[in-house]
Nanobody
């Protein structure tokens, strides 16, 4: 079973940037979708961004468009999330997830594989 390991979280002031990484223990196939979700304190886990591994198409939640960029490195089996112009509302635990399928879907129940999460805290 594939394992996903996130890294790159931390404490950053508002307006700052972070880059998260998600390394997969097994090859990610062209038919897979990788995604990032965030769970803020006391809230449901929500979709942030996703990438279709084969075609490279991406999809973002409205609140992060233009500030966050999701990308993938096939040789390293690693997905990244570059986060710029961070605000305190972006605080939370960021999880990466993977599903087999060509469509990027924002529904967390469609992703069977999850990482353990990495904490991102944006101070005001």
């Amino acid at each position: 079973q594939v394992q996903l390991v996130e890294s790159g979280g931390g404490l950053v002031p508002a307006g700052g940037s972070l880059r998260l990484s998600c390394a997969a223990s097994e090859r990610t196939f062209s038919s897979d979708v990788m995604a990032w979700f965030r769970q803020a304190p006391g809230k449901e886990r929500e979709f942030v961004a996703g990438i279709s591994w084969g075609g490279g198409s991406t999809y973002y939640a409205d609140g992060v468009k233009g500030r966050f960029t999701v990308s993938g490195d096939n040789a390293r089996n690693t997905m990244y999330l570059q986060m710029n112009s961070l605000t305190p509302e972006n605080t939370g635990v960021y999880y990466c997830a993977r599903r087999n399928g060509l469509v990027i879907v924002p529904n967390q129940s469609q992703y069977p594989y999850w990482g353990q999460g990495t904490q991102v805290t944006v101070s005001s």
